[in-house]
């Protein structure tokens, strides 16, 4: 999918939401272990009860990988039932040498159809450029949202800057806007602001809300760009809002939460910029 055409949904919808689809079996609601296809099931209800409030889902491949073959099935079978135009994030966090990043790609970006993958930095240029291609995105660790992000991320270099900073400036030089997003955490969102002036066109996928404690208004109002330039990720909060035969349902009337929430920010953001 292009920047254009996500941005196209973005406004269409309202909502720069991506839903994470997390599914877990021991967490899932106990009625669905009867299906033949659980993680299946649970994922169809889910994007059935909120596809018109997000704008893309973020299945996490560990939670389908821990089953073997039967994961990739189900992760397979959700791909296909994804509406078309809803973007479609692989959270693999891959990267190794070129010939082996060149496989991970083909893996998910042919085998699986997904249009991004989630890719971390640490082995440098030549393991992230395999994943460079045209209409399909590379969405990089730059600042996350967990606590070891600081073990890292935020020591300072020798160039004074710090080393998600250095992430952002240098991976700039390998893809383009149209090709590669970053991911930045909410959980610390008084540094989204000057993340933001390191990549202003850039998308950044924003997880941490939710389940996490991260503070969306926040991460809306210093975050966004000229065509939005936020995904922001909530799954936990959303997908197991009921562990009830309800679950679908109250996943629904999260999602629209978020949906409502994100929507007056956004109308600010495309008024201004008079887009609409
Ligand atoms: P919840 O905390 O349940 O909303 O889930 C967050 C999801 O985002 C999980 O799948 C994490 O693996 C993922 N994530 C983070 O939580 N923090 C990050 O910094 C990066 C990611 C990610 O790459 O998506």
Known sequence: MTRAKLF??????????????????????????????????????????????????????????ALGPKG??????????????????ADAKRGDIGNTSA?????????????????????????????????????LLAHTSNAGSSDFQNMKLSTGRKLYEEVILKSQQWGTPDQLMYVVGATQ???????????????????GIGAQGGDMDMVLRNGMNKQCGLLINSARAIIYASDGEN?????????LKLQQEMQDHLSRVVLKNGKL
């Open 189 to 207: 969102p008084e540094k989204i602001h000057g993340i933001r002036s390191l990549a202003p066109e850039h998308f950044f996928l924003v997880p």
């Open 103 to 139: 496989l991970y790609a083909r893996a998910f970006f042919e085998e699986l159809n997904f249009d991004a993958v989630t890719v971390t930095p640490y082995m440098g240029e030549d393991s992230v450029k395999p994943f460079l291609r045209d209409n399909k995105w590379v969405i």
């Open 247 to 255: 679950f679908a349902k109250r996943a629904g009337e999260e999602a």
């Open 72 to 89: 990739w099935q189900s992760l397979q079978r959700t791909m296909e039932y994804i509406p078309k135009d809803i973007f479609t994030i």
């Open 8 to 65: 196209e949904q973005i406004k269409a919808k309202n909502t720069c939401l991506c839903i994470g689809l997390d599914t877990d079996l021991l967490k899932i609601p106990r009625h669905l272990l009867e299906s033949s296809d659980p993680l299946f099931e649970f994922n169809k209800q889910i994007i059935d009860a909120t596809h018109q409030y997000c704008v893309a889902y973020k299945p996490n491949i560990a939670f389908y990988e």
